[in-house]
């Protein structure tokens, strides 16, 4: 029995559909999708009907597109209620989501839970000598503006950093509880750790990128493996003996190259051995 990851499948591009729809059954696995899997309840239901069928169980946090409010679907629906309308909605296929209770892995090996998060971003992600009042300016410096600021509303919250702070509040008050005998498997689009945003290209995106609230949680919070994506650039790196692992799948043209999409699944339990590793 395996626990195997990917995000970012971005259902709007058919070449990815297609795609999906190759991969080969997994009947006693567990899949992870850590976000980003489209923007339209349609995208959802081809997804989980497609994954539910191939996984024994799939585990599902939101990505920034999946709380996009477009002008041509559901207008009303902003925010929480967006949000609370697409878990309701990954329900309905039983696929286990950020507001269920955490879910104990399964498989072989010592005492593991599984915890799926939802904390978006509060644009901590910058260097130290940005003021948060200019963060939108340094990036806009570089022409850099993220779509999520036309569309992520954060209703009923003042901000998306308001938002973020209070699901990061809730959050904790769930980690705190879980079992001192425990190992996590920490499950979040967004990656954990600024030091992890390795955009090259465009590196004042790390604004929409996460938290600097979440730096210590790996350690904190008994971590064996933490999953994000989102950067649409997979990698497994290490930091303080634990195991992070980028799991995106992307856009056509960034992963097409990779080959058949049964070989961008990563395998997070049981994983690789901590032998080749990046960071320390």
């Known amino acids: ?139 806009l410096e570089t022409h850099v503006m993220c779509t999520d600021e036309a569309v992520l509303h954060p209703d009923p919250y003042p901000s998306r950093a308001a938002w973020c702070a209070a699901r990061v509040e809730q959050t904790l008050a769930r980690l705190e509880a879980l079992p001192a005998d425990c190992s996590t498997i920490l499950i979040n689009h967004f990656p954990l750790r600024y030091e992890h945003v390795r955009l090259p290209r465009i590196p004042r995106f790390s604004l929409w990128c996460g938290t600097k609230k979440t730096e210590d949680w790996h350690q904190r919070f008994r971590a064996e493996v933490v999953v994000s994506g989102h950067l649409h650039m997979p990698a497994t790196l290490w930091r303080d003996g634990v195991r992070f692992e980028e799991v995106s799948l992307g856009y056509p043209k960034q992963w097409s190259w990779r080959g058949d999409i049964s070989g961008c699944l990563r395998e997070i339990l049981p994983g690789p051995e901590a032998g080749s590793r990046l960071g320390t």
């Open 1 to 139: 029995m395996k626990l195997y990851a990917l995000s970012d499948l971005h259902l709007r591009y058919e070449h990815n559909r297609r795609a999906l729809e190759t991969l080969a059954p997994h009947p006693e696995d567990w899949l992870i999708v850590a976000g980003d899997v489209g923007e339209t309840r349609d995208d959802l239901d081809f997804a989980w009907r497609t994954l539910t069928a191939r996984f024994r169980q799939v585990v599902w946090v939101p990505g920034n597109h999946e709380l996009w409010t477009m002008s041509r679907e559901q207008p009303s629906l902003r925010g929480e209620a967006l949000y609370q309308q697409v878990v309701a909605q990954c329900r309905s296929h039983g696929v286990l989501t950020p507001e269920d209770p955490y879910p104990r892995w399964p498989g072989e090996g010592p005492h593991r839970v599984l915890v799926p998060l939802f904390l978006l971003y509060d644009y901590s992600f910058r260097p130290d000598h940005v003021a948060e009042q200019d963060a939108l300016n340094w990036a």
